[in-house]
Structure formats: C-alpha cells, structure tokens
C-alpha cells in the first residue's frame, strides 16, 4: 500500500503538531484491515515506535509519547493521525507511518519533525 504522511515542521518547545497519513489509492475495505502506527528515527539510532492503533481501535504507546501524544484512525478517509502536543526537543525525528495486515508492512515516506528549545 501507499503511505502518503504529512505536518511535520519546525516547532518550539512546548508546541504542538499533528501528522496525518493517508493510505493513497486504497479503498476504505483494505484501510480497515490494517493496524496502523507512527515510528520515529534520529541520525545513528534505530527506528522507534512512537504509538500504533490497531484496526479494532486498541492504541499503544511508547513511554515518551505518553500523555502528550494521542494516535487516531479516520476510517472514512483512510487516515491516520498522530497528535502531539508538549513537544520537546527530544521528540525531533523523522517521523514515519506505519501499515501492518499480517505479513505484510509497509512505511510511508517520513516527515520531519523538528523542536527548538
């Protein structure tokens, strides 16, 4: 599938943003079945996950993103979004979309998310 993400910018600290991803040329029947989720990655670390939302709606987050992000699923618009307010600059990443339907995983193209102190 393709992962088309956006909103990402530059923020100061204690802003807030939000990143949508939208699943371009799928209809809404295959969206449903896919659990969702958003990841982030630093020059020299490893991909991380931020919070993922499956497809029956259960959300799951990493401590960071805990009580300051919220990740939604549009069904209708087969999108994704990933709320985050009290950023800081720790939160500055490359932020990716995630899709998960069994064996099959794909990533959108990243955004950047960048957080001055």
């Known amino acids: 599938v393709q992962l088309q993400a956006s909103g990402g910018g530059l923020v100061q600290a204690g802003g807030s943003l939000r990143l949508s991803c939208t699943m371009a040329?799928?209809?809404?029947?295959?969206?449903?079945?896919?659990?969702m989720g958003w990841y982030r990655q630093t020059p020299g670390k490893e991909r991380e996950l931020v919070a993922t939302?499956?497809?029956?709606?259960?959300?799951n987050y990493a401590d960071s993103a805990k009580g300051r992000f919220t990740i939604s699923r549009d069904n209708s618009k087969k999108t994704v979004r990933l709320q985050m307010n009290s950023l800081r600059p720790d939160d500055t990443a490359v932020y990716y979309c995630?899709?998960?339907?069994?064996?099959?995983?794909?990533w959108g193209q990243g955004t950047l998310v960048t957080v001055s102190s």
């Open positions: 995630n899709a998960k339907q069994g064996h099959l995983q794909d």
């Open positions: 040329r799928a209809i809404f029947s295959v969206f449903v079945g896919y659990d």
């Open positions: 939302i499956t497809a029956s709606g259960t959300t």
